[in-house]
């Protein structure tokens, strides 16, 4: 079974001071050796968040994004996955999902994951089963 990454496990993975993190260092352990699916667009929604934390956090999520890139699939966002996104995201202006929250949609659905490690209730509201705990 494979499983997507989504931006919350790797910054609370990363981040001591977020309330999650001790969460998503369990999960990390409890699925080592399983299969884990993300996108550049995640990875860079990670560093995007560390960009401002200071030398020491834009390392550590450096690092952490050059681990996802070996130890994961990293699916490549391209034009047709952006512009696929672009139009689920323009087709439901009543939920909040963003543009990355669409493109995780898509990869998941075209590879058929039904588990997302993250605690993001818009994966839920499309019908995906969240994983973090």
Not at 39 to 63: I, K, N, Q
Not at 68 to 81: Q, S
Request: overall charge negative; glycine content about 4%.
């Amino acid at each position: 079974m494979e499983y997507f990454v989504d931006t919350w496990l790797l910054i609370a993975s990363i981040d001591r001071e977020d309330e999650h993190h001790l969460r998503a260092l369990r999960i990390g352990a409890h699925l080592r050796g399983a299969s884990l699916v993300t996108h550049d667009a995640v990875l860079t929604e990670v560093l995007a968040y560390f960009c401002e934390e200071g030398p020491y956090a834009r390392s550590l999520a450096v690092r952490a994004v050059r681990h996802a890139i070996v130890a994961y699939n990293v699916i490549p966002a391209d034009r047709p996955i952006f512009l696929a996104a672009l139009d689920r995201y323009a087709a439901r202006p009543d939920k909040e999902y963003s543009l990355v929250d669409c493109m995780s949609m898509i990869v998941m659905e075209e590879r058929g994951i039904h588990h997302v490690l993250s605690n993001d209730h818009h994966f839920a509201q499309a019908g995906f089963h969240l994983v973090n705990e």
